[in-house]
C-alpha cells in the first residue's frame, strides 16, 4: 500500500446505531478545538522563546562586537603615545615645522577622532585616578592638592584613561598656621 494509499483512504463512517447524538458531536469537536488550541498556544510560546533568545543573542553579539572594537582603538592609540609624546616635545622645542608638523598634525587629529584627549594642566586639583604623582614641589598660593607641574601629559579615550599624568604635585600653603603654632608653642614655655 503506497503512502497515497493511506492519505487518500476515506475514514469509515459510525454505522447507524453508532451515529453520535449532535450534542455529542458538538462536545466531541469542542475536544478537538481545545486540543488544537493548546497546541497552537505551545507553538507559539516556543516562537516566542526563540525570538526572545534570538533578539538576546543579537544584542549579545552587538555589543561584544561594539566591545572588540573599542578594545581594538584603545590598544593602536596607546601603541602610538609614545609617537605623540614625541610630536609634542618637538613642537614645543620649535624642531617641528614643514611637512613633519602637516604629517603630526593630522596624526593628532586621527587620534582625536577616533576620541584620544589628553589632560593634565599646572593649577589642576590633584586626583589619583587620573594623575600619578612622581615629586612634591611647592606652588606659592595652593589652595588645595595640585598639580604643580607636569611631566607627561595623560591621555584617555572617552572616559577611560589609558596612561595617568605624571605630575609634581603641590599641598596647600600651610605656612601660616605653622607659623601660628610655633608661636604658641613658645608662650607656653
Do not use: W
Amino acid at each position: 500500500m503506497s503512502t497515497d494509499d493511506v492519505t487518500t483512504t476515506p475514514t469509515p463512517q459510525p454505522a447507524a446505531d453508532e451515529v453520535l447524538a449532535p450534542e455529542a458531536q458538538l462536545e466531541a469537536l469542542r475536544d478537538q478545538v481545545a486540543q488544537l488550541e493548546s497546541r497552537l498556544a505551545e507553538r507559539t510560546e516556543d516562537l516566542q522563546r526563540l525570538q526572545a533568545e534570538y533578539i538576546n543573542y543579537k544584542r549579545r553579539v552587538d555589543r561584544d562586537r561594539d566591545l572588540a572594537r573599542r578594545a581594538g582603538k584603545e590598544q593602536i592609540l596607546t601603541d602610538l603615545l609614545p609617537a605623540l609624546d614625541a610630536i609634542q616635545l618637538a613642537d614645543q622645542h620649535g624642531e617641528l615645522d614643514g611637512p613633519f608638523k602637516m604629517l603630526a598634525d593630522q596624526i593628532s587629529a586621527v587620534a582625536a577622532r577616533h576620541g584620544l584627549s589628553s589632560y593634565g594642566q599646572v593649577g589642576d586639583q590633584f586626583d589619583p585616578t587620573l594623575h600619578e604623582a612622581l615629586m612634591q614641589l611647592p606652588m606659592s598660593g595652593a589652595t588645595k592638592t595640585c598639580v604643580s607641574q607636569v611631566m607627561q601629559p595623560g591621555h584617555r579615550i572617552h572616559d577611560k584613561v589609558l596612561r595617568p599624568a605624571r605630575v609634581a604635585v603641590s599641598e596647600p600653603d600651610t605656612q601660616q598656621p605653622a607659623t601660628e603654632s610655633s608661636t604658641h608653642g613658645d608662650e607656653e614655655r
